[in-house]
């Protein structure tokens, strides 16, 4: 079994930062592309970050220059560094993760972090 554990959610000011992370852990498992996404209350989940296992990404337009997303293969770990944040940013965020989990590929979602930021 692999578990995504997401962390660094919080209350910040807009104009603030925040880092999230969101660690994988378990056995026999291989990590390939790896995301953030988000959902504000009464909106649908939205892909904010992508990151490839060779570390290319993509970013939703609304927070390109603002938000990036790197990963730490050796600590299975992948984490968003927020700037600039606006009260629009106010959502749970996910880790989302495909991964090879016993020669079987699989979708894997974190629990959630939510961040909430105030104006």
């Known amino acids: 079994q692999v578990q995504l554990v997401e962390s660094g959610g919080g209350l910040v000011q807009a104009g603030g930062s925040l880092r999230l992370s969101c660690a994988a852990s378990?056995?026999?498992?291989?990590?390939?592309?790896m995301a953030w996404y988000r959902q504000a209350p009464g909106k649908q989940r939205e892909r904010v970050a992508r990151?490839?296992?060779?570390?290319?990404?993509n970013y939703a337009d609304s927070v390109k220059g603002r938000f990036t997303v790197s990963r730490d293969n050796a600590k299975n770990t992948v984490y968003l560094q927020m700037n600039s944040l606006k009260p629009e940013d106010t959502a749970v965020y996910y880790c989302?993760?495909?991964?090879?989990?016993?020669?079987?590929?699989?979708?894997?979602w974190g629990q959630g972090t939510l961040v909430t930021v105030s104006s």
């Open positions: 989302n993760a495909g991964a090879i989990v016993n020669l079987i590929y699989r979708e894997l």
């Open positions: 990151i490839t296992s060779d570390g290319s990404t």
């Open positions: 378990g056995s026999s498992f291989t990590l390939n592309a």
